[in-house]
């Protein structure tokens, strides 16, 4: 009995420490961030810390760990199934794909803001953790490659140039969400005359990104048809 409460201790101090961690670590990056300051949001000594994670670059890997399985349940994973159907790929499926995928990702960064400013941190830093050797972000890798492939069938199919690569489009689509959140109160400033809420502007904004991407890689030959 009294290891299992040790246990249950421990669990409840190790996700005390993860929760004051990813909201400093939010608030100043990596390299602002103090092991002091972590233990003392959290309500534990610094030395549980080290116990826990080793330091502060085990404690930071454990932060991205959990930021990108935040983002595989609540992003990446349900729109695998609308890629891996089997409709018959056109330009409507497209939209269809540009549209979820980016409400779905500017929902989830909106609702998720510690990963937004996470990422601007470590965009800054050089993404040296983001995109290090962490075993348990492989599954997260191949799901945005999976993501990633349904542009690529279209592209197989004629639909999106040939020029582009699918892969650079794909994470130039997310880039856009990202640096849109990042600078919400910029185009609320400068879209002021004819957007007057913050929701209003979201939903301006998702969809101008889809028309945007989609008018960008549709295959010219097929633009000029449908004209």
């Known amino acids: 009995m009294g290891k299992v409460i040790r246990e249950r201790d421990a669990e409840v101090a190790r996700e005390a420490i993860l929760e004051a961690a990813e909201e400093v670590f939010a608030r100043v990056g990596f390299a602002g961030a103090r092991?002091?300051?972590?233990?003392?949001?959290?309500?534990?000594?610094?030395?549980?810390?080290?116990?826990?994670?080793?330091?502060?670059?085990g404690l930071y890997r454990a932060i991205i760990v959990?930021?990108?399985?935040?983002?595989?349940?609540?992003?990446?994973?349900?729109?695998?199934?609308?890629?891996?159907?089997?409709?018959?790929?056109?330009?409507?499926?497209?939209?269809?794909?540009?549209e979820l995928n980016i409400d779905r990702y500017c929902t989830f960064l909106?609702?998720?803001?510690?990963?937004?400013?996470?990422?601007?941190?470590?965009?800054?830093?050089?993404?040296?953790?983001?995109?290090?050797?962490?075993?348990?972000?492989?599954?997260?890798?191949a799901?945005?490659?999976?993501?990633?492939?349904?542009?690529?069938?279209?592209?197989?199919?004629?639909?999106?140039?040939?020029?582009?690569?699918?892969?650079?489009?794909?994470?130039?689509?997310?880039?856009?969400?990202?640096?849109y959140l990042l600078n919400l109160p910029r185009y609320e400033w400068f879209l002021s005359e004819t957007l007057t809420s913050q929701p209003e502007t979201l939903a301006f904004a998702r969809q101008q990104i889809v028309e945007l991407i989609l008018h960008g890689i549709v295959n010219p030959s097929l633009e000029r048809s449908e004209k």
């Open 35 to 57: 092991i002091d300051a972590i233990g003392a949001e959290a309500g534990y000594n610094k030395s549980l810390i080290f116990h826990y994670f080793g330091g502060k670059e």
């Open 66 to 98: 959990r930021l990108k399985k935040r983002m595989m349940d609540g992003y990446l994973e349900p729109l695998t199934a609308f890629v891996q159907s089997s409709d018959e790929m056109s330009v409507s499926r497209l939209r269809i794909f540009l």
């Open 110 to 141: 909106s609702k998720n803001p510690r990963n937004l400013h996470i990422m601007a941190w470590e965009a800054a830093e050089g993404w040296h953790t983001f995109l290090g050797d962490i075993k348990e972000l492989e599954e997260h890798r």
């Open 143 to 179: 799901c945005m490659i999976c993501l990633g492939s349904f542009l690529h069938s279209a592209q197989e199919a004629g639909i999106i140039n040939p020029k582009l690569n699918t892969r650079f489009v794909f994470l130039s689509i997310l880039h856009l969400c990202v640096m």
